[in-house]
């Protein structure tokens, strides 16, 4: 796969069925209403596939099938080890088609196909593997009381869990919740983006063939104002798993509070700061990846790390690295392995990114790309865009743009440094390069974020949470961690004649 030429995946793609029907109680269905929405490539304008309108009256019916099936025991009474194998074989069964996977989410949003099928898909496949092998090994408490009395305390499966996931990574996301909850034992009811639903639907179907049970996880693609609110007022649903915009975070928990008090767990936006102080002695490191930090995945990264403070007297030095190297990222087919960034997600999202750089070409210094381009005539592509000069108060510096725009800001001490770094309603993530290891402990320290990465960016893995402070909300995905969210804490209480 990895020596595919562009006709090869080109020849490929043209070959995939898009499964368009909603999932729901082992089955592919219509919605209710009949209605459908297109799916609409963003490299091409293309209409991939009529997919299923979900609203409320499908989200019912798949919350129900959840309910059913929790109730009944078929997966959340499931024997550990029984759980495990089939969760294995999932994951297995996403490697065996990693090549259509990372086709599906290359087309239906625009990401290079070469991130998918090296990223995107074989981590979807870490994770479920990762979850699955947890779910024998977790053990319940027993606390310590006197004689005569036995007090067991448990984690529970909460029951139906919905996933409600953003467009970005489609298959990741969706994996990211779904696997955790799945491997606790719950039902899960997913709503993908939509813009990008047809690897969730996908992954259902390879699910059903792994042998999750029937009702255990079913899909709902639709809009976020009918089959997302659905979900978020429903009575049946247990927990509700958010990524996405810090606004529509907010209105998951409003929606809580006007039902059934249902947990919300939001993972939202982002304004993530790249630190570069002056002792960093590898600048070109430095150099590699703040570019890889804002420009992979077009940018389109809640912890990209869009703001960049520099010490002022590599601030110039640092700057025309970057130049050089967003000179090298252009967009290109997202077939295409030698395309260094794809498509953007679609016409709205583009709109956006090139309304705040029509907007910073007058309130700071443009030095690299900044214009919207076409490849063949078509599409959604914007360059890879350096902003030099930026204020702290600009909006190029304070507000989440989802796209692939830098903002540079000097600094001279290590203070001005981390307070501007903090001077965000977010939290999502950060990274420093020094090499003074008391200076990296500091100022790790010091910065109200998630994840702190020294010496690179945007470290993550199976074994370490994702999730921010602040307006980047408090949902914790990956790592054991993540399993707390799906499950509750139950005490059983025994008194015994001793």
């Known amino acids: 796969m990895l020596d595919y030429t562009h006709k090869d995946w080109k020849a490929r793609a043209a070959r995939i069925a898009f499964r368009g029907q909603a999932f729901v109680d082992g089955k592919f269905v219509d919605a209710v209403s009949g209605r459908t929405f297109d799916s609409i490539n963003p490299a091409t304008g293309e209409v991939l596939a009529a997919v299923a309108e979900c609203d409320a009256a499908d989200v019912d019916r798949a919350v129900a099938a959840g309910r059913r099936a929790f109730e009944d025991g078929r997966w959340s009474r499931m024997a550990p080890g029984d759980r495990k194998a089939v969760l294995l074989r999932l994951a297995a069964l996403i490697r065996a088609n990693l090549e259509e996977m990372a086709l599906l989410d290359s087309l239906d949003m625009g990401k290079l196909v070469t991130d998918a099928a090296t990223i995107d898909a074989p981590g979807s496949a870490h994770f479920f593997q990762w979850y699955a092998e947890c779910i024998d090994k977790l053990y319940d408490e027993v606390a310590p009381t006197g004689p005569g009395d036995l007090a067991l305390v448990r984690r ?161 030095a640092l700057v025309e690295k970057l130049i050089a ?39 700071a210094n443009l030095v690299a790309g900044g214009k919207r381009i076409r490849i063949d005539g078509k599409g959604c592509f914007v360059q890879p865009t350096i902003f030099d000069d930026v204020g702290q108060d600009d909006p190029l510096a304070r507000d989440e743009i989802f796209g692939p725009v830098l903002s540079v800001i000097a600094f001279d001490t290590e203070a001005e440094a981390v307070a501007m770094a903090n001077d965000s309603i977010y939290g999502l993530a950060a990274s420093v ?66």
Not at 332 to 344: F, Q, W
Not at 471 to 491: C, I, N, P, V, W
């Open 156 to 316: 529970v499966p909460l029951g139906v869990v919905a996933a409600v996931t953003p467009w970005n990574f489609p298959l990741d996301m969706a994996t990211w919740k779904a696997s955790a909850a799945l491997a606790a034992g719950n039902s899960v009811v997913l709503k993908p983006a939509e813009q990008s639903p047809l690897s969730a639907l996908r992954l259902a179907e390879l699910a059903a063939e792994a042998g999750v049970p029937d009702g255990v996880f079913n899909v709902v693609p639709g809009f976020g104002a009918t089959a997302g609110q659905a979900l978020g007022l429903h009575m049946g649903v247990d927990c509700l798993a958010f990524t996405g915009s810090t606004a529509i975070g907010k209105r998951f928990m409003q929606y809580s509070g006007q039902s059934n008090l249902k947990q919300v767990w939001p993972e939202t936006g982002g304004k993530s700061p790249n630190i570069v102080f002056a002792d960093c002695e590898d600048l070109d490191a430095a150099a590699d990846m703040a570019a890889f930090g804002i420009f992979f995945n077009q940018g389109e990264v809640c912890s990209a790390n869009s703001r960049l403070y520099v010490e002022r007297s590599v601030k110039d």
């Open 325 to 363: 190297r967003a000179q090298a990222t252009q967009p290109g087919d997202p077939l295409d392995p030698a395309s260094r960034m794809g498509a953007i997600v679609d016409e709205k999202q583009t709109e956006g990114i090139m309304r705040f750089v029509e907007a910073g070409t007058i309130t």
């Open 433 to 498: 390069w020094t090499d003074n290891l008391s200076r990296a402990c500091r100022v790790a320290d010091k910065l109200h974020v998630g994840t702190v990465s020294v010496n690179t960016v945007d470290a993550l893995s199976a074994q370490t949470p994702f999730g921010g402070m602040k307006q980047s909300g408090f949902g914790r995905d990956l790592s054991m961690h993540s399993l707390e969210k799906y499950t509750a804490l139950k005490t059983t209480w025994i008194k015994y004649r001793s």
